[in-house]
Every structure is written in structure tokens, then in C-alpha cells.
């Protein structure tokens, strides 16, 4: 009954997670929810002000497919002032959130098989998203001493004729991880030898702790060539339900995103591009508060999760994720199937914390937990890991 396309596609692990957890607490179980990506912030005002009196007035009739002008010209203007990189207002695409604008390239790009490679671990929608667009996710495996950062060798070890496409999540969803310039050049040099676009998913540049964060379009006038940003409002602002993202591409790949995105949905939600409009006019301040509230969170999930015996993380630089090794555990629990499956659900159940199993990452030794939650879920969350590590011991 149902399309070809989607037996293949795999149902989303988080959202499995998500039913788990509501069924506990219809019960009246307490759960300490660690597995959300999604901010613990509300809309900042100025932003919601913006949407009310776009409502007021009336805006809400339908309006250009690739968005509304003003928050098309303000998206140029944050990314030439932010990111060094120029953009002309033909080469902006607002979408309803960063997997649409994610899903529209790839529709525009794509031709049947051809291959787009996924540095593991990768963010859990990008295969299921390249399968429904007709392409084949090669996974590519990358090394933990680098953070699970992809290099050239990587690459050069993946690429074949049908190579047409590399995702790179930067900061990286799950790991936190974050590219230098230079690990960046390179990227960039092999892509362009060999005719790969790179989609870089930049939604948690904001969020960025450490190091300066450098996108990739700003490399060079061939970098901004090949690549397609995807950003968002999602992440960086809280406006996840909102729904707004954008692509910044060159003008062919634009004019095939507009195309694709004016059959499909028109364009986004005019009031929702109000607000976002409001978030980058008027609320740089906000960002920057909440970005020092998620870091502070993440120096105490590390000093938390530092004292737990055998566990070990990746060290994020970036983005609102742990990346948990448990591979030390693996012999202390019997499973089936999936081990970082079987240890969730028994970190659920009898510890009341959700997070993530690493296989929905392509890694089954990890687990992610978010630290976007209130302090007081995180702390009793590394607790119960904690304390669910030592019943295993
Ligand atoms: C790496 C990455 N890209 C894109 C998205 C989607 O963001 P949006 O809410 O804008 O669709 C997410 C959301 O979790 C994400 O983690």
C-alpha cells in the first residue's frame, strides 16, 4: 500500500524515545528528559513583538516563495557581517525549518543513486532524508583521536564516480565537535577537485564556545561555489516550532530550491518570518545570554560525567550535546540487537532518564545526552546515569 521509498526508511529513534517517556509519565513517573534537542528558552520578546505586529497588520497574505524581503536582506546582512561571506538576495531560500531546507537541496541536486557521503557519527534525519530524496547515504567512518571529525583521507577512501554531495554538521550534532579553518581548507580543496558539493549544516554555530567558528562559504569565492549553508532559528533563537530556516547557495542552486519549495508549501509561514526577522534585528543580546547559560551547562555535565567510572565523551566544543562512550559496559549487559538501545531502555526504566541511543548515530557504543534542559533535570539525569552505570558494575 504503501511507496517503495519509505520500506526503506527507518522510523526515528527519538521519537520512539519521546513515546517511551510520555507512557511513564501518564503513569505519574518522573522522568528526567536528557534526550531533547531543543532549547530550554522561550522566543525572545523583541522577536515575538515583531510576529504579533506582522499579525496586526496583516501580513499574512502569501508572499515571495524563497521568503519575505526584509528577512531575506537581514540574513545577507548576518552573514556578511558574521560569517565573511556575500550573498545577493537571489541566492537566499527561507524555508519552514533547516530540514526543509535541507530536503529542498537535495531534491534540487540529486539524481537517482547518486551517493552522498555522511561522516558517522551524523545527525539522525540526514540518511533517512537523502533516501526519500532518491540518493544513497555512504557512510563514512571517521576517527575518534579526531574527535570523529571527517578528514581528506576519509574522503579519498569514499569517493567514487557517483559522489555528488558531503553533509558536515559543524558544530557537530552529536558530538559537540567543531572544524578549524584549516581542517576546513582541506574539505574544501578535495570537494573541489572532485566535484562535491558540501551541504554545511551550520544551525548551532551560535552556539559555540571555545574556538572562533568559521563557515565554510567564507573560504573562498569556489568554498561558497560548491557549498550550500543551512542554517535556522531553531537552535540558535528557541524557535523550534516556529519553523524557519534558510539555504544560502549560488544562484542556480537557489533558482532549483525556489522551484522545488514554490510546488511544495509556497513559502513559510509569513508571521513565523516576522519573528525570525526580530530575532536577528533585535536580539543578538539574548543569543549571547542563552549560549552563556548552555555553557555553563555543558562544564557541568563534564565535571559530572569526568567522576563516572568506566563511561568517557567526546569533549564538545559546541552545539548542546554529550556524545557518552559506553563501550567499557558493554560486556556487563546482555542485549539482543542494539546495545546503546538496550542500555537506554534500561537507563529508562529503572532510572527514570532518557537518552539517546549512539545507534541512531550510526554509533552503537554511545549514547548523546542534551544539557539544552533546565540545570535541575541535568544534574539529577547525570545522577541516575550515574547510579545506573554502578547497579551494572
Ligand atoms: C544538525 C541538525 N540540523 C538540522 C536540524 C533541524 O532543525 P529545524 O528545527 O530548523 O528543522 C536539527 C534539529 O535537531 C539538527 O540537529
New binding site residues.
Given amino acids: 500500500m504503501l511507496s517503495n521509498k519509505l520500506k526503506n526508511i527507518t522510523p526515528s529513534y527519538t521519537i520512539g524515545i519521546s513515546s517511551k517517556v510520555a507512557q511513564l509519565q501518564e503513569k505519574g513517573i518522573s522522568i528526567c528528559n536528557l534526550s531533547i534537542?531543543e532549547p530550554d528558552f522561550n522566543v525572545p520578546i523583541k522577536a515575538k513583538d515583531v510576529a504579533i505586529d506582522a499579525l496586526n497588520n496583516n501580513k499574512t497574505k502569501y508572499d515571495s516563495v524563497s521568503g519575505v524581503n526584509e528577512l531575506k536582506q537581514e540574513i545577507i546582512r548576518k552573514l556578511k557581517d558574521e560569517n565573511n561571506a556575500n550573498y545577493d538576495l537571489d541566492e537566499i531560500v527561507i524555508s519552514s525549518?533547516?530540514?526543509?531546507a535541507?530536503t529542498n537541496t537535495l531534491i534540487s541536486i540529486l539524481n537517482p543513486g547518486d551517493e552522498v557521503l555522511v561522516p558517522k557519527p551524523y545527525?539522525v534525519?540526514y540518511p533517512e532524508m537523502i533516501k526519500l530524496c532518491s540518493g544513497v547515504p555512504v557512510f563514512v567512518d571517521t576517527d575518534r583521536k579526531n574527535n570523529f571529525k571527517i578528514t581528506v583521507s576519509d574522503i579519498k577512501k569514499n569517493i567514487s564516480s557517483k559522489t555528488k554531495m558531503l553533509f558536515l554538521?559543524n558544530p557537530s550534532?552529536p558530538t559537540g565537535a567543531i572544524y578549524t579553518r584549516e581542517e576546513l581548507e582541506n574539505i574544501v580543496d578535495i570537494c573541489i577537485k572532485n566535484n562535491i558539493y558540501i551541504l554545511a549544516?551550520e544551525?548551532?554555530e551560535k552556539i559555540s564556545y571555545e574556538d572562533d567558528f568559521v563557515s565554510i562559504a567564507s573560504l573562498s569565492s569556489k568554498a561558497k561555489d560548491i557549498t550550500i549553508t543551512?542554517n535556522?532559528?531553531?537552535?540558535s533563537v528557541a524557535m523550534?516550532g516556529m519553523?524557519v530556516?534558510y539555504s544560502a547557495s549560488n544562484k542556480t542552486i537557489s533558482r532549483g530550491i525556489s522551484t522545488v519549495q514554490g510546488h511544495l508549501v509556497s513559502h513559510p509561514s509569513t508571521i513565523s518570518q516576522w519573528c525570525a526577522y526580530g530575532a536577528l534585528k533585535y536580539c543578538s543580546n539574548d543569543i549571547d545570554d542563552m549560549v552563556k547559560i548552555y555553557k555553563k551547562k555543558r562544564d557541568l555535565a563534564i565535571d559530572m560525567l569526568s567522576k563516572i567510572n568506566y563511561i568517557d565523551y567526546i569533549y564538545p566544543k559546541g552545539a548542546f550535546y554529550m556524545f557518552i562512550d559506553i563501550s567499557n559496559l558493554k560486556n556487563k549487559l546482555d542485549y539482543k540487537d542494539s546495545f546503546s538501545v538496550e542500555f537506554c531502555d534500561k537507563l529508562l526504566s529503572n532510572n527514570n532518564v532518557a537518552a539517546v541511543p549512539g545507534i541512531a548515530f550510526g554509533m552503537d557504543d554511545y549514547i548523546r545526552i542534551s544539557y539544552a534542559c533546565s540545570e535541575e533535570n541535568l544534574v539529577n539525569g547525570i545522577k541516575g546515569i550515574e547510579e545506573f552505570v554502578n547497579s551494572l558494575l
Fill in positions: 534537542g525549518g533547516a530540514k526543509h535541507i545527525w534525519s554538521s550534532n549544516d544551525i548551532y543551512i535556522g532559528f531553531s537552535k523550534t519553523r530556516g
